[in-house]
């Protein structure tokens, strides 16, 4: 009985299995999305309509939403419930951002 194929077979399926996982944890729109949060807040400190501290407390926000991301992605796979809150997050991010921008404070 030849048996040689049994490794390689185990082989392949554990690379397609963990090829599958690794897909399972990517977060393509949270991670555009966040993207695009820090170019408004580096181009609302830029025109002056964000002062220091908006930029900061803004930063530090985005900075907490990576963090929670990178726990969703730490076993492999990214629940429903993790995307959920994932972009329930960046959508209150994204409001403060527009909120802070708008505001009458200014960069003096």
Known sequence: MNL???????????TL???QAALAAE????DQREANQSARIAQGA????????????????????????????ADG??????????????NAASRDIYRQKHDAQVKP
Do not use: D, F, W, Y
């Open 77 to 90: 796979v990214v629940t429903p419930q993790e995307r959920r809150k994932l972009h329930r997050a960046q």
């Open 17 to 19: 299995l963990s090829a």
């Open 4 to 14: 040689r194929p049994l490794p390689a077979i185990t082989l392949l399926v554990t």
């Open 46 to 73: 830029a025109s002056g309509s964000l002062t220091g501290r908006e930029q900061r407390r803004l930063n530090r926000e985005q900075k907490a939403i990576n963090k929670a991301e990178q726990n969703a992605k």
């Open 27 to 30: 977060t393509p729109r949270a």
